[in-house]
């Protein structure tokens, strides 16, 4: 059985994940912004840009106007989101790999207590019955 503040735990990351989905435009992977600035006479103009390569692909690139545009910040934010998705989607895998890891382990506890105490093993690992409580009974 998985310690109910670990399944706790995946509930939260997960709805987590899903609030970051509802609050707005998820960027896709492989883009990010850059800033370019260009000289006209005495005055520079900088410029952000949204670059996107998948794999294997070139880069292309939109203009988003200058910093703190609308568009700007709609992209800043969507990079934002995945980013944060990204690392909780991490989180969530290693906590899924801490709850199997339980698991496993209360199946093994439970193998060893069936064959040591004799009893028959075809419903091992299956049975509703509390390892911690026939663990103690022993």
């Given at each position: 059985?998985?310690?109910?503040?670990?399944?706790?735990?995946?509930?939260?990351?997960?709805?987590?994940?899903?609030?970051?989905?509802d609050?707005?435009?998820?960027?896709?992977?492989?883009?990010?912004?850059?800033?370019?600035?260009?000289?006209?006479?005495?005055?520079?103009?900088?410029?952000v840009?949204?670059?996107?390569?998948?794999?294997?692909?070139?880069?292309k690139?939109?203009?988003?106007?200058?910093?703190?545009?609308?568009?700007?910040?709609?992209?800043?934010?969507?990079?934002?989101?995945?980013?944060?998705?990204?690392?909780?989607?991490?989180?969530?895998?290693?906590?899924?790999?801490?709850?199997?890891?339980?698991?496993?382990?209360w199946?093994?506890?439970?193998?060893?207590?069936?064959?040591?105490?004799?009893?028959?093993?075809?419903?091992?690992?299956?049975?509703?019955?509390?390892?911690e409580?026939?663990?103690?009974?022993?």
């Amino acid at each position: 059985m998985p310690e109910s503040f670990l399944v706790l735990e995946r509930e939260r990351l997960t709805r987590l994940i899903q609030q970051l989905h509802d609050s707005g435009e998820v960027a896709p992977p492989y883009c990010w912004l850059t800033e370019t600035s260009s000289k006209k006479g005495t005055k520079t103009y900088t410029y952000v840009i949204l670059v996107t390569q998948p794999p294997e692909c070139k880069p292309k690139s939109h203009s988003l106007g200058r910093p703190g545009s609308a568009r700007h910040c709609h992209w800043r934010q969507a990079i934002a989101r995945r980013e944060a998705i990204v690392e909780l989607e991490q989180q969530l895998t290693m906590l899924e790999v801490l709850i199997e890891r339980q698991l496993r382990t209360w199946q093994d506890i439970h193998l060893l207590v069936a064959f040591s105490t004799g009893q028959p093993g075809e419903n091992i690992g299956m049975t509703s019955v509390d390892p911690e409580a026939e663990f103690a009974a022993h």
